[in-house]
């Protein structure tokens, strides 16, 4: 019973891993972009590249930037930022400034590629998620992005695997050990049932 119990925390411990695993996100690609496989985006991983600037500049800064010989990034979009956001660690509505994760120098706000008329553009906070319209005469950053993967040359992209397929794998792997118990357990009392017979017998 012991071993059942020790073989079942192993599993649980082997799902929980493998299942964060699966989980990830975000990708450096180790040329300055980082892939983001929710969304099919490339961040530049230095969030603060363009630096300070009005919406009219950032914008300009997003359709000129080249990282790592592309050159078809923008100025990344409100509901873009927000969903990088949530995707940082830590939980939402907390601080996500500074490193983390892959990235550097996430500012505290930030210009979106969204417009809301002439005169303002919604800015995102990094500080707690949230939003709110700003003159676009203010001085603040800019983040950009590519659509699609931005590996190296000859690199591969790590693949997440499917949490469902690891699941899958764990289940089928925890029921071949179930049975090999049970066969084990079985044989042994077959085994000590004949035992007993015969040395009935031989009294």
Same mark, same amino acid.
């Given at each position: 019973m012991r071993k059942v119990v020790a073989v079942s925390g192993l599993l649980l411990l082997l799902m929980t891993l493998m299942v964060?695993?699966?989980?990830?996100?975000?990708?450096?690609?180790?040329?300055?972009?980082?892939?983001? !496989?929710?969304?099919?985006?490339?961040?530049? &991983?230095? #969030?603060?590249? !363009?630096?300070?600037?009005?919406?009219?500049? &950032?914008? #300009?800064?997003?359709d000129t930037v080249v990282v790592a010989g592309f050159d078809d990034l923008i100025l990344a979009t409100l509901k873009d930022l927000e969903d990088l956001y949530r995707q940082l660690p830590g939980p939402n509505g907390s601080n996500k400034t500074g490193a983390q994760g892959p990235f550097i120098n996430i500012q505290s706000t930030y210009w979106s590629l969204t417009e809301i008329d002439a005169a303002r553009a919604p800015i995102f906070s990094f500080l707690g998620g949230d939003e709110a319209p700003g003159d676009k005469n203010f001085q603040r950053y800019g983040w950009a992005y590519r659509f699609g993967d931005s590996q190296r040359l000859g690199g591969a992209a790590p693949v997440p695997i499917p949490a469902t397929a690891v699941l899958l794998g764990m289940g089928l792997l925890g029921l071949g050990l179930a049975g090999w118990w049970r066969a084990r357990v079985t044989g042994a009392a077959a085994g000590r049932a004949r035992s007993d017979f015969w040395s009935s017998s031989r009294s």
């Open positions: 964060g695993r699966a989980r990830a996100t975000l990708f450096d690609r180790g040329n300055g972009l980082v892939f983001d !496989s929710v969304n099919g985006l490339s961040w530049t &991983q230095n #969030a603060a590249l !363009s630096g300070l600037n009005d919406w009219a500049g &950032q914008k #300009a800064f997003g």
